[in-house]
């Protein structure tokens, strides 16, 4: 193996050799954004180059506890020297056990039973399978259309594409997609799809699921896949009538709900599960990210009762994937989840949560701040150029790669563009809560003074 320890050379070679996802070819070299961390230690990480950054993304959403967690590491360790590996066709292991229990002692309502796979994506096209299936051992194999929602993101894989309401972005290259797949409005009250005010709206955008249905024929409708609060369509966080009138829908028609709280979950909005807000059980709900902070590649299908009980006797499960209930990581996950329930995070990204809200809520007086939203560690503030219109900056604006850069160059690593978005670790203290505060205001200053 080549021995790359001289910073010119790691440079060049990452250049050369690595294709860094969703990036250009040589993205290190011609990507100002683009950077080689090497350290991190709580909401801190450090580059090649010694800048640090207060990590307001968590990496990907998903170091909810934070970097430098050694203990994860030393649990993957351990767990890995007695045996990393086993056939989840053949064979499970005691991590693997006391996972899918802990899962269900600590996921709301009567979730109960753990299909494990390696991240987000495997998790909803999990999810997708287990709900065609099981509508067929029911006796009803034409069950099987899935309605998403315009905007959000359930993964890169095909059919986790296929479902996300992102065609746009993927249409030139990828399609067509994954047939039988249906997509409503959001409820995303700052750009109501209907031109409506809540709550006089009604929660038309829930009603609009339901007529789909009618009109597809329920007999065809196997699920309806959505986040409880969508991150990718920019925080969107629905009011608190539509979860229950969706969760009745569904139950209306005989469709399975599955909530994805991959983003969501272990957490992130200041409760465990964003589903809790809602008193919401889907029947069957996604999760990765957060389930290990990060530290290991896992995800999981959780499901109710009465979802795998049809895979009873013969009605064994058509899907199996390798790395599934890999034992060093269900090793890993018990470690990050001892953390986050041991040390107060979820009580600390509901108090965090609220002053980081506060503090957005206090730049709303920039002319190009047209909303602030979020619940818990998972907020965001929408940018416009126009506040009565609401016109949108294009990504590759000006305005916005100023504003990109200007946050960077401050030490804050997020996403910026349409919208700020903020997921920062659930360890984030008041000091660091303020700061990205103050960040963005300076940014947001700099950009507007260019306009």
């Not at 056939?87 to 979730?111: K, M, N």
Request: hydrophobic share 40%; charged share 20%.
């Amino acid at each position: 193996m080549s021995e790359l320890t001289n910073e010119a050379a790691l440079k060049d070679a990452g250049n050369d050799h690595l294709l860094m996802h969703a990036s250009a070819y040589k993205a290190l070299a011609n990507d100002a954004g683009k950077r080689i961390l090497v350290e991190g230690k709580g909401c801190i990480v450090k580059d090649i180059d010694g800048n640090e950054f207060i990590d307001a993304l968590a990496g990907l959403w998903l170091v909810n506890v934070g970097h430098g967690r050694a203990e994860i590491g030393a649990a993957m360790a351990r767990q890995s020297a007695t045996l990393a590996y086993a056939s989840s066709t053949q064979a499970t292991t005691i991590p693997a056990i006391q996972l899918a229990t802990h899962l269900a002692e600590i996921t709301p309502g009567d979730l109960s039973t753990v299909f494990f796979c390696s991240g987000g994506s495997e998790a909803i096209e999990s999810a997708i399978k287990i709900a065609r299936q099981y509508h067929y051992h029911n006796g009803e194999p034409k069950r099987q259309k899935v309605i998403g929602r315009r905007g959000s993101y359930h993964g890169a894989t095909y059919g986790a594409m296929s479902v996300s309401g992102t065609r746009p972005n993927s249409e030139p290259y990828h399609s067509p997609f994954m047939t039988g797949v249906l997509h409503a409005s959001p409820p995303y009250c700052y750009r109501c799809d209907f031109r409506q005010t809540h709550p006089g709206c009604g929660v038309l955008c829930a009603d609009q699921i339901e007529q789909m249905i009618q009109y597809e024929n329920p007999q065809t409708i196997a699920a309806v896949v959505a986040e409880p609060i969508s991150a990718s369509n920019g925080i969107v966080v629905p009011p608190d009538d539509y979860w229950p009138r969706l969760r009745e829908i569904c139950d209306r028609h005989g469709v399975l709900l599955i909530t994805d709280e991959v983003i969501n979950g272990f957490g992130r909005t200041g409760k465990m599960f964003a589903s809790e807000h809602w008193n919401l059980v889907g029947d069957i709900m996604t999760m990765a990210k957060g389930l290990s902070s990060g530290y290991v590649p896992i995800g999981g299908v959780i499901c109710r009762p009465h979802v795998v009980e049809a895979f009873e006797g013969d009605n064994k499960l058509s899907h199996l994937l390798t790395y599934g209930g890999h034992a060093a990581a269900c090793a890993a996950a018990l470690a990050n989840l001892e953390i986050i329930e041991g040390e107060g995070m979820v009580e600390n990204a509901a108090k965090m949560g609220a002053r980081l809200l506060d503090g957005l809520n206090g730049l709303r007086g920039h002319r190009t701040v047209g909303d602030v939203r979020g619940l818990g560690l998972l907020a965001g503030v929408e940018l416009v150029k126009d506040k009565d219109t609401k016109e949108k900056f294009a990504v590759s604006d000006s305005a916005i790669v100023d504003l990109n850069k200007g946050l960077q160059d401050r030490g804050l690593l997020t996403r910026a563009a349409n919208v700020i978005s903020l997921s920062p670790p659930l360890c984030i203290t008041e000091a660091e809560v303020d700061r990205i505060v103050e960040i963005i205001d300076d940014s947001l200053t700099e950009m507007e003074k260019g306009l």
